[in-house]
């Protein structure tokens, strides 16, 4: 009677033991992946879609003063754009990339002013469980054509976005960015101060982005 209780009594142990032990270590392993979510060579793939709104379009003279005449008074309707991107992580929260991407706008003309941004990308992302906060500064060109005129230019754009991660492969996220635009138009092959303009238009945006 003694030798079967002790039997069971040992079953019992060893089969707590053999549940409790795998339980702890996925435990830890997951607390583990949770605090260094992003490991070197990691990639994401991103795509985003959303409305862009121009705010200010600063005209300038020759001496690159502000016109007080035409300044601050550029306000189209609200446009759309989108993008495509990919980053590589050089650590659990550094990345660079490039992206390309599209946008347009109706004038108060009727007319359509379209812009291809085409830049490389670095930023710092935070973590805070399963939500990732990515901080993201792009420089590139940005081809635009309004009627039969065209323009090739810089752009610069901040952006800052929030994603909630739905699983290992997918998460998605919003973000809010201001592009500066600067055209300096050239006549002739020559400078034509009196066209120049610094654009400003904020982009409200949905991401989805896939982790590989």
């Known amino acids: 009677m003694q030798k079967s209780r002790a039997f069971v009594f040992f079953l019992a142990f060893f ?4 549940f409790s032990l ?6 830890e392993d997951w607390d583990f992946h949770m605090m260094d979510m992003y490991a070197r060579g990691d990639q994401t793939f991103s795509i985003t ?14 001496s690159m003063a502000l016109t007080t005449d035409r300044a601050h008074n550029f306000s189209p309707p609200v446009g759309g754009g989108g993008s495509l991107a990919y980053t590589h992580f050089l650590g659990p929260n550094f990345f660079l990339g490039g992206e390309v991407g ?3 706008n109706s004038t108060l003309g009727g007319n359509m002013l379209y812009i291809i941004p085409i830049g490389l990308r670095a930023g710092w992302q935070f973590i805070l469980g399963s939500f990732e906060f990515p901080l993201t500064l792009t420089f590139g060109v940005a081809p635009q054509r309004y009627l039969d005129l065209s ?3 810089m752009f610069l754009r901040g952006s800052a976005s929030a994603f909630f991660r739905f699983n290992p492969e997918w998460s998605f996220g919003l973000n809010a960015d201001w592009t500066w635009l600067p055209q300096r138009p050239r006549r ?8 120049n303009v610094d654009a400003n238009i904020l982009g409200i945006t949905i991401s989805a982005r896939y982790h590989f």
Not at 22 to 27: F, I, L
Not at 188 to 195: I, L, Q, V
């Open 49 to 62: 879609l959303g409305v862009v709104f121009p705010t200010v379009f600063v005209f300038r003279d020759d």
């Open 22 to 27: 795998p339980a702890q270590e996925w435990e």
């Open 15 to 18: 089969c707590w033991l053999s």
């Open 102 to 104: 599209a946008s347009f």
């Open 151 to 153: 323009y090739v230019g």
């Open 188 to 195: 002739d092959g020559n400078p034509s101060p009196a066209e």
